[in-house]
């Protein structure tokens, strides 16, 4: 059985996927142990082309999937049926692991029993040539955690990148435990219910001291920054009712708490993607936050109650 499979969900990143690839056969004393996953999302430009390149040279280690356009959770959805590994880890197509670290985790993982292990990991801002780096290792390297406890540490603004698809490896088998119908197709933020599907599931964890991935930002085609979440705010919106439906269902009020503070961060973006949008609102931009509102007031008060974001009764943000 495979170590680690990486499912590398892969949309129009010719530009960047030969470098995302060659992270990972770096090292080939560790591919043996890799089961990676290229899934090629309908892409338009020569990813299909660079990525079955490598599945041929590394047969034993890399496959293609070839599907139509389904956004970046359909991708996902279908890496993970066909993932082979005893861990699982999603990397972008335009994202990369560091070389470096990334065979002494896989070492580690092969005799790992923990639900998650989290590693450090870098930002890498195209817009301004600057690295943020995300170490969660001082003081908790190596040592085992209950899921659960992590409830005490919410209110820690480090948590939810603790918590992230970019620091997780996630064993397989608890990962697809709770996958029920996977995420939905043709949305933005997916990752915020990918997390909630780890948090729901997991029992244990575990932080590494090993740096291994390298999150790219600052391309046009990405959802972050005003416009992008302007322009996808109603994606933002499905996902957070989607979040809220699963709240309301959590019996353990120790991951209850956990989803609640998730979704709270959420609810105030929602509100902010208005209230930073270029321009003055439209008859529709109030519509929809008023209805959205009146929704969240009307049947999650406990939430509502505890944003700091909100429109008042003109339909203003305030």
């Given at each position: ?6 499912v590398v969900p892969a949309y129009n990143v010719g530009k960047y996927i030969q470098r995302c690839l060659d992270s990972l056969v770096y090292d080939e004393k560790n591919i ?131 918590f992230s698809m970019p620091s997780m490896a996630i064993r397989t088998k608890t990962l697809m435990g709770n996958w029920g119908d996977g995420l939905p197709e043709k949305k ?131």
């Amino acid at each position: 059985m495979k170590v680690l499979s990486v499912v590398v969900p892969a949309y129009n990143v010719g530009k960047y996927i030969q470098r995302c690839l060659d992270s990972l056969v770096y090292d080939e004393k560790n591919i043996k142990d890799l089961d990676i996953v290229v899934v090629n999302d309908g892409s338009s430009d020569n990813t299909r082309e660079i990525a079955e390149k490598y599945a041929s040279k590394y047969p034993g280690s890399i496959k293609v999937i070839n599907k139509r356009n389904g956004g970046h959770g359909s991708a996902i959805n279908a890496g993970l049926k066909v993932a082979k590994g005893r861990y699982v880890k999603i990397l972008d197509g335009d994202d990369w692991f560091n070389v470096f670290d990334l065979s002494m985790m896989v070492k580690k993982l092969s005799k790992e029993k923990v639900d998650v292990v989290v590693t450090n990991y870098k930002r890498v801002l195209l817009y301004n040539e600057s690295e943020i780096y995300f170490d969660f290792s001082s003081g908790n390297d190596d040592k085992i955690h209950k899921i659960v406890d992590a409830a005490g540490q919410i209110k820690n603004t480090d948590f939810f990148f603790k918590f992230s698809m970019p620091s997780m490896a996630i064993r397989t088998k608890t990962l697809m435990g709770n996958w029920g119908d996977g995420l939905p197709e043709k949305k933005f933020y997916v990752d915020q219910l990918f997390v909630a599907k780890v948090i729901i599931s997991a029992k244990t964890y575990t932080i590494y001291s090993d740096d291994i991935y390298r999150h790219f930002i600052g391309r046009p085609e990405q959802s972050i920054g005003s416009e992008g979440f302007y322009k996808h705010r109603l994606d933002h919106e499905y996902v957070l009712k989607r979040l809220l439906k699963i709240y309301a269902e959590i019996e353990n009020e120790e991951k209850r708490e956990i989803l609640g503070e998730q979704i709270i961060l959420m609810i105030n973006t929602q509100y902010q993607i208005y209230k930073y949008k270029k321009g003055s609102l439209t008859k529709e931009d109030r519509r929809e936050l008023l209805e959205f509102d009146k929704f969240l007031k009307n049947n999650y008060v406990d939430v509502y109650n505890k944003k700091t974001v909100g429109v008042n009764i003109f339909g203003r943000i305030k």
